[in-house]
Structures are given as structure tokens and as C-alpha cells.
């Protein structure tokens, strides 16, 4: 069955340590996401890929990168400088950036700083 | 800009209560409206969608009507039950331009025995 992986499910990192969330997909999506959910905050956007090599930055883009050099994978660094990054993860992927049958969602990465 | 506003929860209800959730948009020209779910721990599914004014998604009992006079795409069902508890997301996708999905904030339902 197609669909969309994300690992680990749990992550925790020291403070100041660069931390690396998988996300995987086999639906021969082009456009992938990230997302990170906090209590009470909905879905924020940090970056999304309309396709191979290519990525823009979304609404909270900083402390956080990304690449894209298969089309599969969208791995996700969450580096030293995000200040507060325990929160929930989550990656999706779509054919298009625009579509008529939205994303599929991963089952997420929930991080914590310890 | 295109945005989504729901209703802020949470929603508690008794099992086989009637259900709305409301959500309004904003934006140009016509959006895709969709309903997302996200049961606890997991990530987010499509419920339902419509692509054009008067269209009605619907899916396991829930239904939304895309109102363009309104802007809104309210979600319904006629009788939930517990395992409805989740978070209800509202998005809409803008049909030009290169902008993902927007998402409003989520609303929390609570279905008691």
C-alpha cells in the first residue's frame, strides 16, 4: 500500500544538539511538506518542496532545514538554533502544490527536549 | 491573504448529539475546501472536500456544504458518536498561484458516553 512514513514516532534531543526527522513517501507525490503542531496553535508551516532540489521556506522557516534529492524523502533538521522545538511534527505530501484531492498526512514525530 | 477561521473548542457532546463545527474563509476567486480529522497521536486525514460553490462533501455521517454567499463550510452530523473524539481542521486550497494548503487552528471534539 502507498503512503507516507515518518520516523521515529518518539525523538528526544539534548539542548544544542542538531536533531534529523525522516519522512518517506512511495506515492510518487511531487510536492512534500512539514508541518509542526503545538496545543492550541493548529498547523504551522515550515517548509514545502514542489519538487526534487527545490524548497521554500514557510511561515517558520527558522532554526529548522531541509532537503529534497529524491523524490521520496524530505528529511527535516532541527537545528540549535530553534529555541523551543518539543512539539508535534508532521510531513505530508501531494501530487501538486495545487490539487484537488489535498495531502497525505504521516503519522508524525512527536520531539522532545530534554 | 486566504485564511481559515473555525470555531474554537472544545466541543463536548453527548453520543448521538447533533454536530456542527463551523469554518469561514477568506479568499479570491474559488477555493478547494476541505475537512481534515486527527485522531489522537496520529496524523491528519481527509474527511471530505469540495471543489466548487453548492457542492457537498461528505463522508462517515459527516457532510459540509460549500457556501460561496457565506464563505463557509460548515461540518455537520446528524449523530455523533464517541469515537468521533478528535480534532476537526478546516483548510482551504487556492486554485492559482503556488501557495499550500491553509489550515485553520482546529477544533477539539469530545464525545461522552
Known amino acids: 500500500d502507498g503512503g507516507i512514513t515518518q520516523s521515529p514516532k518518539y525523538l528526544f534531543r539534548k539542548e544544542g544538539q542538531n536533531v534529523t526527522l525522516s519522512c518517506e513517501q512511495n506515492?510518487?507525490?511531487?510536492?512534500m511538506y512539514w508541518y509542526r503542531q503545538d496545543p492550541g496553535q493548529g498547523l504551522r508551516l515550515i517548509y514545502y518542496s514542489q519538487i526534487v532540489n527545490d524548497f521554500q521556506k514557510g511561515d517558520i522557516a527558522e532554526g529548522y532545514s531541509v532537503s529534497r534529492e529524491k523524490k521520496e524523502s524530505f528529511p527535516l533538521t532541527v537545528t540549535s538554533a530553534q529555541k523551543n522545538p518539543t512539539a508535534f511534527y508532521l510531513c505530508?505530501?501531494?501530487?501538486?502544490?495545487?490539487?484537488?484531492?489535498?495531502?497525505?498526512f504521516g503519522s508524525g514525530t512527536r520531539l522532545t527536549v530534554v | 491573504g486566504n485564511s481559515v477561521t473555525q470555531m474554537e473548542g472544545p466541543v463536548t457532546l453527548s453520543e448521538e448529539a447533533f454536530l456542527t463545527i463551523n469554518c469561514t474563509y477568506t479568499a479570491t476567486g474559488y477555493p478547494s475546501l476541505f475537512w481534515y480529522v486527527q485522531y489522537p497521536g496520529e496524523g491528519l486525514q481527509l474527511l471530505l472536500k469540495?471543489?466548487?460553490?453548492?457542492d457537498k462533501g461528505s463522508n462517515k455521517g459527516f457532510e459540509a456544504t460549500y457556501r460561496k454567499e457565506t464563505t463557509s463550510f460548515h461540518l455537520e452530523k446528524g449523530s455523533v458518536q464517541v469515537s468521533d473524539s478528535a480534532v476537526y481542521f478546516c483548510a482551504l486550497s487556492y486554485n492559482s498561484g503556488n501557495t499550500p494548503l491553509v489550515f485553520g487552528k482546529g477544533t477539539r471534539l469530545s464525545v461522552i458516553a
Open positions: 506515492l510518487n507525490h511531487d510536492a
Open positions: 505530508a505530501s501531494s501530487i501538486a502544490l495545487r490539487n484537488l484531492d489535498g495531502y497525505t
Open positions: 469540495a471543489t466548487k460553490a453548492d
